[in-house]
């Protein structure tokens, strides 16, 4: 039997005060996390300049959860601190998976034309070492492309890192160009293509569909994309050593390092209740911040 509705005026007020608190988070959203950042926190990196940037960092989520305030801040903060716009889309989509914005938002940034390089970072990651720059990363990864597979800096257009998987993009750099235009056009075309090895979700996700790209260098992307190792921006904690890439020698997140991922927690940490949320807890404790100029230890 279903439960008596309560009486109007009740009904009224409740609604009210949800359309309130709707308004007020949307409103909070808005203010503080859906912008672009502009300035640079005073005196904390001296090689930034003043001109608009040239790196944009993308995220996005449909969903609360009960780590958000650490990882929307630590990005909120790496983005100020060296001066690169932030991107976040909170949006619900439908429908196809939330995942498949990660690459639809990275165009849309290409589109723009305001960036060289467009970073996609999972929420589920950590910024842990923010004094490490995009710049470094780039330069370091195309260096890498150049030594170990002859591939000209200027053709790389897409920058990931291995796993057991054997690839994850929970990390993935790409450069603001007409090729990574075309090609994502390409890619998400390929939506609903099946994995016959995925029981309970058959349709292959973005990840999975790069993956076989890559392996028949569909559209050319083999020639285009630099897989560096894992621990440069994409280390994952000693608690998901599953996923670890194999001929990285197993090595595991190391203070020090740039980003940690948590990804495939729910599913390795089941006995968890809230396996992220409790690696986000214990990991964000060990982030290493620059340190502040003019500012004395007590």
Known sequence: MSMPRPPGPVRYVSRCLLILLAISFATYLIIHLTYTVDDQIHGYDKDVSDRP?????????????????????????????????LLWDF??????????????????AALSKKYSWIWALDLDALITNTTIRLEDIVANSLRYGEDQDSKKPSSVQIIIT??????????????????????????????GTICPQNDAEPLCNEQEILRDML????????????????????????????????????????????????????????????????????????????????????
């Open 91 to 108: 949006d619900y989509t439908t429908p196809y998976p939330k995942v498949w914005d990660k690459i639809y938002n990275t165009r849309h």
């Open 162 to 191: 291995k796993d057991h998987e054997p690839i994850n993009l929970g990390s993935v750099i790409f450069r603001s160009s007409p090729w990574i235009i075309d090609f994502i056009s390409k890619w998400s075309s390929r939506y």
């Open 53 to 85: 940037s040239k790196y944009a960092i993308v995220c996005m989520t449909n969903r609360a959860t009960s780590y958000d305030d650490i990882p929307i801040q630590n990005k909120i903060y790496y983005a100020r601190t060296h001066g690169y716009d």
């Open 215 to 298: 392996a028949i260098n569909a559209e050319g992307v083999r020639d285009h994309t630099v897989i560096v190792p894992q621990r440069w921006m994409n280390s994952y904690a000693e608690e998901l050593n599953q996923y670890l890439d194999p001929k990285d020698g197993g090595r595991v997140w190391e203070k020090g390092d740039f980003v940690i991922h948590f990804a495939g927690a729910s599913w390795w940490l089941k006995e968890e209740e809230d396996p992220v949320g409790m690696l986000m807890r214990k990991y964000h404790e060990m982030v290493v911040y620059p340190e502040i100029p003019g500012k004395e230890e007590e």
